[in-house]
């Protein structure tokens, strides 16, 4: 999932800048509305963004329509395939990342809700407790270039899972934290922001996503 960059892009005019020739440059994230305005993003930010975002996998990719299965070993691969994860989400500017964005069908997500928290590592994560109560808010997704779209979900969950070294968890979260880890663990399921919204909506997702990609190969 991704933050805060789209909303600032525009406000600033940024459109207005040479679109960068990637075709996944041009990827537009979401916009929470409690989210700290970032800083401008340099030019050496956004080649590292756009050489993380190549490793993201895209709609139309079976991958990610796949369901992950469960991680067995806590081994030196995993605390590995989890640095990777969060290096590429750091780069990205994403807030969170699942496995299978990477084409890797483990039980895996990294987090980082804001910027002054440490990296989270889910493995095998389970939400055991969903409030009734429910928040909608606008997501981005890096496997969605220029998608954002608003999603309703539990406004807090508990979620049981373990750390890359096998350590329990359990984690309380509310607010961004809560939709963040909803978020990743809907794509170790299969499932995209586009499967919560309805069919207007992803019609206007599936339409912003087109035109994204025709302003980046348009280079
Ligand atoms: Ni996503």
């Not at 207005?16 to 970032?38: F, G, K, N, T, W």
């Not at 329990?168 to 809907?186: K, N, T, W």
Request: overall charge negative.
């Amino acid at each position: 999932m991704s933050t805060g960059e789209s909303a600032r892009e525009r406000q600033a005019g940024f459109e207005e800048l040479p679109s960068p020739v990637s075709e996944d440059a041009d990827v537009e994230v979401e916009r929470e509305q409690d989210a700290p305005e970032p800083a401008e993003l340099d030019a050496e930010t956004r080649e590292r963004r756009d050489r993380a975002l190549a490793h993201v996998r895209k709609l139309g990719d079976p991958v990610l329509r796949a369901s992950a299965v469960p991680v067995e070993r806590f081994d030196e691969p995993l605390r590995r395939e989890v640095e990777r994860m969060g290096k590429l989400m750091h780069d990205a500017l994403g807030v969170g990342l699942a496995a299978t964005q990477l084409g890797v069908l483990h039980r895996v997500l990294v987090y980082r809700a804001y910027p002054e928290d440490s990296l989270t590592a889910l493995v095998n994560p389970v939400i055991e407790w969903r409030s009734d109560e429910l928040e909608a808010a606008e997501e981005g997704c890096l496997s969605l270039p220029g998608v954002h779209v608003e999603v309703e979900r539990p406004a807090s969950v508990r979620v049981r899972a373990r750390d890359e070294h096998g350590e329990e968890l359990e984690i309380e979260a509310e607010g961004l934290p809560a939709r963040v880890i909803q978020h990743e663990i809907d794509h170790l399921d299969g499932v995209l922001i586009l499967d919560r919204v309805s069919r207007e909506a992803r019609k206007e997702a599936m339409r912003a996503m087109r035109e994204a990609q025709e302003t980046a190969s348009a280079v």
